[in-house]
C-alpha cells in the first residue's frame, strides 16, 4: 500500500471513567461494541485491522466490498465492525465471524452480514491527519462519509453520530443501551490521534447482581483461585451459567482458596451438581454450561472446579447478552445474607429497546 500512513497501526485508545466528562471543548459519541477495526484502502486493496495487528479481511468479505464501493479511493478510517441482529448490536453472532473455513465465511457473510461503522479518520489520498485535532479529522470524516439522505439505506459504512452537548451525551448513555450500545466516548476537540494512548475517555455503564458461586478455576501459574464461575437460576429451576469473576490479588487468591474448601470437599459432589449432572445422560441441560470447548478455547486448559451452589455473591457488570454477563464481572462482596435460591434473572436491568438504525443513520 502507498497511503500517507500504512498499516499496521495501533488504535488510539481510552481511559475509563465513572461519569460523563463536561471540560469545555469535548465531542461525545455513541460507544460501539463490536470489533475494533482500522480500515486501510489504496484503490482495490484493502485492509482490515484489528487492534492486535491481525488482518480481518478474510472473514469480513461484505466488508471489504462495501470499502470499495462506498468509501475514497485512498483513506484510513478508525472505527467498529458491528453485527446487527432484531434492530440491536449482537456481539455472539459477530463472534461467529471468526471462523477457519471458508464456505462457512462466505455462508455467515451473506446470513449475518457486518457492518463498519466509522469515528476518525487517520489519513486520505493527500495526507495524513494524525498530528490534525479531532475537531479537524471529525470534519474530514464528515467529507469522506456524507450524511444519509432519506434514500440509503442499504448502506454497509456508517458514520458514528457526534455532539458537543453533555446533555445530549448523557441522553444517549441511557438511551442507546437499549441498541446495544455499550456508552458514551468523550474526546477532547484539541487531542491528535496518537496510536495506542489512551487520550479519549469512556464511560459504560455499570451495575450489580447477586449471583450463585457455583465452581472456580485455579489460577494458571499462581497458587489460588483464578476465576469464580457464577450461575443465575431460570424460571423453570435450572441453573444456567453466566460468567466469571476474576482479577483478584495474591492474598484474595489464597483467601478464596480457603474459603471454598468446604463447599468443594463433599461426598457425591459431582454426580449432584448442576452443571455436572446436566452433562450426564437422562438430565435436562441448563441453557448455558461451563468448560465447553470452542474456536476461542481450543487448547485452553478449560478444567473448572465444582462447588455446592450456596455461596452467593455480589458482582458488578456492565450489561449482558442474551443470558449471560458480556464481560468478566468484578466481585463486589459476599451476600451471606441471601439464599441461592433467590439469585435469578429477574434482578437484570433490561434498558428499554432503541431502534438502532436510528443510530446509524444519525436521527438522533
Known amino acids: 500500500?502507498?497511503?500517507p500512513v500504512n498499516p499496521p497501526v495501533e488504535p488510539m485508545l481510552a481511559k475509563s471513567a465513572s461519569v460523563i466528562p463536561t471540560a469545555p471543548g469535548m465531542h461525545y459519541e455513541p460507544k460501539w461494541d463490536g470489533y475494533r477495526c482500522i480500515v486501510f484502502r489504496d484503490g482495490e486493496e484493502v485492509v482490515l485491522g484489528s487492534r492486535g495487528g491481525k488482518q480481518l479481511e478474510r472473514y469480513f468479505p461484505e466488508v471489504v466490498a462495501a470499502v470499495v464501493k462506498e468509501l475514497p479511493a485512498q483513506c484510513v478510517l478508525d472505527g467498529e465492525l458491528i453485527v446487527v441482529r432484531d434492530h440491536r448490536l449482537d456481539f455472539d453472532l459477530l463472534n461467529q465471524r471468526i471462523h477457519p473455513s471458508a464456505r462457512r465465511i462466505a455462508e455467515l457473510a451473506e446470513a449475518t452480514p457486518a457492518r463498519f461503522v466509522a469515528?476518525?479518520?487517520l489519513a486520505d489520498a493527500e495526507r495524513s491527519y494524525l498530528d490534525h485535532s479531532y475537531a479537524a479529522r471529525r470534519v474530514v470524516l464528515e467529507q469522506l462519509i456524507?450524511?444519509?439522505d432519506g434514500q440509503v439505506r442499504?448502506?454497509?459504512?456508517?458514520?458514528?453520530?457526534v455532539t458537543t452537548d453533555p446533555a445530549t451525551a448523557a441522553r444517549w448513555f441511557t438511551q442507546f443501551e437499549g441498541?446495544?450500545?455499550d456508552g458514551v466516548i468523550a474526546k477532547a476537540s484539541d487531542v491528535p490521534y496518537a496510536p495506542g494512548k489512551r487520550?479519549?475517555?469512556k464511560v459504560k455503564h455499570h451495575r450489580t447482581a447477586d449471583v450463585v458461586v457455583a465452581g472456580y478455576r485455579r489460577h494458571r501459574s499462581l497458587p489460588g483461585v483464578g476465576s469464580l464461575m457464577l450461575g443465575l437460576y431460570t424460571d423453570t429451576g435450572d441453573l444456567n451459567y453466566v460468567g466469571v469473576c476474576s482479577a483478584f490479588t495474591g492474598a484474595q487468591r489464597v483467601e478464596l482458596a480457603v474459603k471454598l474448601e468446604p463447599y468443594r470437599n463433599l461426598r457425591s459432589l459431582t454426580s449432584n451438581h448442576p452443571w455436572q449432572a446436566a452433562e450426564g445422560s437422562g438430565t435436562p441441560v441448563p441453557t448455558r454450561l461451563p468448560g465447553g470447548q470452542n474456536r476461542w478455547s481450543a487448547g485452553r486448559d478449560t478444567h473448572w472446579e465444582p462447588l455446592r451452589p450456596e455461596l452467593v455473591a455480589e458482582v458488578s457488570y456492565d450489561h449482558t447478552e442474551d443470558d449471560r454477563f458480556r464481560h468478566i464481572a468484578q466481585?463486589?462482596?459476599w451476600r451471606t445474607d441471601r439464599g441461592a435460591e433467590s439469585c435469578d434473572y429477574s434482578q437484570l436491568a433490561e434498558p428499554v429497546s432503541y431502534d438502532l438504525q436510528a443510530v446509524l443513520e444519525g436521527r438522533v
Open 1 to 3: 500500500m502507498r497511503l
Open 119 to 121: 469515528f476518525d479518520v
Open 146 to 148: 456524507g450524511a444519509y
Open 154 to 161: 442499504t448502506r454497509v459504512i456508517h458514520r458514528t453520530p
Open 179 to 181: 441498541a446495544g450500545l
Open 199 to 201: 487520550l479519549m475517555v
Open 331 to 333: 466481585f463486589c462482596r
